[in-house]
């Protein structure tokens, strides 16, 4: 075991293209367009990202159609691998409303929610504590899986926020306090040396395309 040398998975998290119909709503899981039309934007993703790694998607559309977008650029040809635990936070009957509307026709689960955001279960959603849950076991599985050293992940604000949670050990009230722009990279790496714990290497977080 002493002569085995560690293993490193580069995580690169990129979030998905703004909605095209934003208006404050609270989307989740709803399957919206992304308005992926910032080709400076994109270029800037694409001199940055690798181009020798595991393309992984949401299954939601805005995350295939950034994925998509920024295949062109780069000439990347292969269909990304979709994983069903990297979709957003499902915010149940919250969905489709704006902050207002939800506070208005939930007050007292919104009430709680803004208390206890990480851990509040939206009416018949899941909470974000529940999200970090299946982003973990879906990294773990992916870090094995696969060959490939790098893996590009196209995804969404929660979801991101989730990963960070899992390479920091923290709460999920912490980890919601991160920022995560449309069209911006977080980097964590995942080390694993032999006899040892998972190890967690955070190189940058809300990364701009440029």
């Known amino acids: ?11 690169w998290w990129l979030r998905h293209a703004p909605v095209a119909d934003r208006r404050g709503r609270i989307f989740g899981q709803m399957d919206v367009d992304a308005d992926v039309s910032d080709m400076c934007a994109l270029e ?21 159609q950034t994925a998509a ?16 635990n990297f979709a957003e936070q499902d915010f149940g009957l919250w969905q489709g409303f ?9 007050p007292r689960e919104n009430e709680l929610f803004w208390k206890m955001p990480g851990s ?7 909470s974000f504590a529940q999200v970090i849950d299946r982003v973990e076991r879906a990294v773990e599985t992916l870090s094995r899986d696969y060959i490939q050293k790098e893996r590009i992940v196209f995804a969404h604000g929660g979801v991101i926020r989730a990963a960070l949670a899992l390479a920091l050990d923290c709460g999920p009230e912490q980890a919601l306090g991160f920022a995560v722009d449309n069209l911006s ?12 714990p998972i190890q967690w290497c955070i190189n940058g977080v809300n990364l701009g395309a440029v």
């Open 69 to 84: 977008a920024l295949a062109k650029v780069m000439g990347h040809d292969a269909e990304p691998l979709v994983e069903l």
């Open 120 to 126: 509040a279960l939206p009416p018949q959603g899941e």
């Open 44 to 64: 800037g993703l694409a001199s940055r990202l690798p181009h020798d790694a595991l393309w992984i998607t949401s299954p939601l559309k805005r995350a295939h």
């Open 185 to 196: 990279i977080t980097r964590i790496n995942r080390l694993v040396a032999p006899g040892k």
């Open 98 to 106: 704006t902050h207002d509307e939800m506070a208005q026709q939930f």
């Open 1 to 11: 075991m002493s002569g085995e040398t560690s293993e490193i998975t580069r995580w």
